[in-house]
Structure formats: C-alpha cells, structure tokens
C-alpha cells in the first residue's frame, strides 16, 4: 500500500513540474504573440528583469515550493491532496486558457 501511495505522489510530482514546464513556455509564446499575463505579480516583474527572467524566476519558485511539498510527504498527509490540488488549479488556469488562446493565433 505505502509502495502504490508513493508512486502516486511521485506521478503528482512529475504532473506538476511539467505542468510548470508547460506554463512557462506557455506564457512566454503568449505574452511575446500579445497576450496579457493573468498572475499580476508576475506581470509586474515584467518590466524590471524582462519577460524570459521573469517567468524564470517565477517557475522556479514555484517548482521550489513542489519540492518543499514533495520534501514533506512523510510527515503530513496533506502532501497529496496539495499536490493534485496544484495540478488541477494549473490544468483549469493555465492549460486550458492557453490551449484556447493559442487556437485563434
């Protein structure tokens, strides 16, 4: 059972960090092709450190935090619920607004 639940968590990790992936180049594509960025505190670092820095920067913390969380799935069970939750807010807010922005360019 404990071998399965890692497994899981290990494929949760993975999702995220290419969903990450995929929201990086994602928004890259779409704000150089005109888009406008939805996560406003990343909008604003825009300008001081330019747009490949930016969202650099911003996918790293971000894929910081996944490992934090994947650093604390021994000693909390909410490890796996954050992860799929993380997996499902990117796939609602970031897939699926990108997949349809990029079907007009």
Avoid at 34 to 59: D, M, S
Avoid at 66 to 83: D, E, M, N, T, Y
Wanted: hydrophobic content about 55%; some cysteine; proline content about 5%.
């Amino acid at each position: 059972m404990r071998a399965t639940k890692e497994r899981v968590l290990i494929a949760l990790l993975f999702l995220n960090l290419w969903l990450q992936l995929f929201d990086g180049f994602a928004t890259y594509i779409g704000v150089s092709a005109g888009y406008g960025e939805g996560n406003p505190i990343v909008a604003a670092t825009f300008p001081h450190v330019g747009l490949g820095p930016a969202l650099c920067l911003a996918k790293l913390a971000a894929c910081t935090c996944l490992l934090v969380i994947w650093q604390l799935r021994h000693r909390s069970a909410l490890a796996g619920p954050a992860l799929a939750g993380t997996a499902l807010a990117y796939v609602v807010a970031s897939v699926a607004p990108w997949s349809v922005a990029f079907t007009t360019l």
